[in-house]
């Protein structure tokens, strides 16, 4: 069974670029989250949608950041301007209520 | 209070040892619980759910207390592939699962 697909694995850009991760979840599955982890900060949820509609972006950092689900099987996560404190690895997991959450690979990203 | 408390570690156990780790949360509202485990540089994997009547998979044993509200993970005869890094997750409700920072386990031989 194919798992949740995130592309690209890595990414290194300049900063002011914008950037776009790009997420496809389990099929059947009504949920997606957007993650973004470091070491500094561990795990953090940036936001979810349920049925393609986003139900919470509190934890998108700022306005810089944003995120749209056009459709059942497909997420992306934006950054534009990108910043080097935007570096970290993004995760997209996608989930059937109250359920465990399954992970893509996730994407590296580094901004010079 | 962070939601989900984890002791960071690391452990570190030699091979065979049993070890146990716990984490607790402060939503009561809290429905569904599992733990995770991370490889270094790896995505986090499901390691197993924790129910009200604890579960046991193997050489892993889940429990959830919720008077206490902390769930617990135990390994015995450990095992180098073993050491990494174990997240718990709770969600309550409202359905915004909840991530713990992980707790670093090392087994060494």
């Known amino acids: 069974d194919a798992g949740v697909i995130q592309s690209p694995r890595h990414e290194v850009t300049e900063m002011g670029q914008e950037v776009t991760l790009r997420c496809k979840p389990i099929?059947?599955?009504?949920?997606l989250f957007w993650y973004r982890q470091t070491m500094m900060r561990g795990l953090e949820l940036l936001i979810y949608?349920?049925?393609?509609?986003?139900?919470?972006d509190s934890g998108m950092p700022e306005d810089r950041f944003s995120a749209k689900m056009p459709n059942a099987s497909f997420s992306t996560l934006k950054i534009q301007p990108s910043e080097p404190r935007d570096s970290a690895v993004y995760f997209c997991?996608?989930?059937?209520?109250?359920?465990?959450?399954?992970f893509g690979d996730g994407t590296r990203l580094s901004i010079l | 209070r962070k939601e989900v408390e984890q002791d960071p570690g690391p452990f570190n156990v030699p091979e065979g040892a049993t070890v146990a780790f716990n984490c607790t949360y402060s939503?009561?509202?809290?429905?569904?619980f599992f733990w995770y485990r991370q490889d270094c540089r790896k995505e986090p994997k499901l390691l197993m759910s924790?129910?009200?009547s604890g579960n046991e998979d193997g050489r892993f044993t889940a429990q959830l207390n919720r008077a206490s509200q902390y769930i617990s993970l135990l390994i015995r005869d450990s095992k180098l592939s073993d050491s990494a890094t174990y997240l718990c997750?709770?969600?309550?409700?409202?359905?915004?699962?909840?991530f713990g920072r992980g707790t670093s386990l090392i087994v060494h031989p």
């Open positions: 997991a996608s989930s059937l209520a109250n359920q465990p959450q399954h």
């Open positions: 099929s059947g599955h009504d949920y």
């Open positions: 949608f349920n049925n393609n509609v986003p139900i919470d």
């Open positions: 939503n009561s509202a809290s429905q569904s």
């Open positions: 924790v129910y009200s």
């Open positions: 997750v709770n969600s309550g409700g409202s359905y915004i699962p909840t």
